[in-house]
């Protein structure tokens, strides 16, 4: 493990921050080719004008809200990061957020190629790598166990009539309970690798079983903390899901909440495919789920697209300039935040010394 906390040489940072760089660029130039084959399929396949006169007849306002959804979402992420690096100064840790959310959308490696990104700009700045890999897997663990709970509580909720929409057994009580699951298997990741470290497991198994356990413990401390930037990782996703919503208020009528909500989240497991924004592969995914809760395929697809290019070119681009001014600062020094135990400290001090000076000028009147 110490090799793993062991910071690469300034020269190795460099190559690797200059290599993400051209990713990322070309991941843009990607995201634009597939950008213009999509529309000109909109306009050349017959089967498609129908799509294509949806989405030039769009509602404007109701497009700018969506936009409006998308910067949340991002900030969402922004807040998710800094509760999770609590150390990192918020403008820098702002920064980084945006810089992984673009690395995520415009390169195909996707979500590693976002936590590869956050890994390369904080190791530059001083972290140690180690620790960096291990916090970078409780942000992923965290707005994934979000993902999950919010999967699950739909799909129950639909399946027992507290929402409206279908009962189909498949299309609503089927996704709750995998949910369910995945929540109670996330839950019991840490006592089940405790109790294999017990029984003697080889040396590699075990470290790897040990640091698992202590990864899913600090996910689960800081998902049930009453810590309010949690907001940040529900808002990450629930904004996003927001954005598709105002996507298809903009085309026409909006479909039920239940089959936005779980169109969305298992439509989006085609996201791990390793395409530039998923162009394609996602659309045709959650189309095809929105097909199956009975929303109309030109219209499914219509508003899929506006999604698609808000979700993608959004943090694409805030997150590109955040990037540029991290590579612009390189080398300078960071201060990091106290920690939030010590903050807490600190603001208890004060109250208590606030509290101590009313009482003096108090007993003296």
Not at 129 to 158: D, K, M, Q, W, Y
Not at 260 to 276: E, K, R, T, W
Request: aromatic share 8%; net charge positive.
């Amino acid at each position: 493990m110490a090799e793993a906390n062991d910071p690469p040489s300034t020269e190795e940072l460099d190559r690797q921050e200059a290599r993400a760089g051209n990713n990322l660029w070309r991941g843009l130039i990607s995201l634009g080719i597939l950008v213009v084959l999509v529309v000109g399929l909109l306009l050349a396949v017959p089967g498609l004008k129908g799509v294509a006169r949806e989405v030039t007849h769009a509602n404007a306002l109701w497009l700018v809200i969506a936009v409006a959804f998308e910067i949340f979402s991002c900030v969402g992420y922004i807040l998710a990061f800094l509760q999770v690096f609590d150390r990192a100064p918020v403008r820098f840790g702002a920064r980084v957020a945006l810089a992984e959310l673009a690395f995520g959308a415009a390169v195909a490696l996707g979500g590693a190629g976002s936590i590869a990104i956050g890994l390369v700009l904080l190791v530059d700045r001083g972290a140690r790598p180690g620790r960096v890999a291990e916090l970078s897997a409780v942000l992923f663990l965290l707005t994934s166990a979000v993902n999950v709970i919010t999967l699950a509580v739909t799909g129950l909720a639909l399946w027992a009539g507290i929402i409206p929409g279908t009962h189909h057994l498949l299309l609503s009580l089927l996704p709750g309970a995998v949910g369910v699951f995945v929540l109670l298997l996330f839950l019991a990741i840490p006592r089940v690798a405790e109790r294999v470290v017990d029984l003697n497991a080889p040396g590699r198994t075990r470290t790897f079983l040990r640091e698992t356990a202590l990864t899913v413990r600090e996910t689960e401390k800081r998902l049930f903390s009453r810590d309010w930037r949690l907001i940040g990782a529900f808002g990450y996703l629930w904004f996003d899901i927001a954005v598709l919503a105002c996507c298809f208020a903009a085309i026409g009528p909006v479909p039920q909440l239940s089959a936005i909500v779980l169109a969305y989240q298992i439509g989006y497991l085609a996201n791990a495919l390793p395409v530039p924004g998923s162009i394609g592969i996602l659309d045709g995914s959650i189309v095809g789920m929105f097909v199956l809760y009975g929303v109309s395929a030109t219209r499914a697809t219509a508003a899929e697209i506006v999604y698609h290019a808000i979700a993608l070119w959004i943090p694409a681009m805030w997150g590109t300039i955040a990037f540029l001014i991290l590579r612009r600062n390189r080398g300078q020094p960071l201060t990091l935040r106290p920690s939030r135990d010590e903050r807490r400290a600190e603001r208890d001090r004060r109250r208590r010394r606030r509290a101590e000076l009313k009482e003096r000028v108090t007993s003296r009147s």
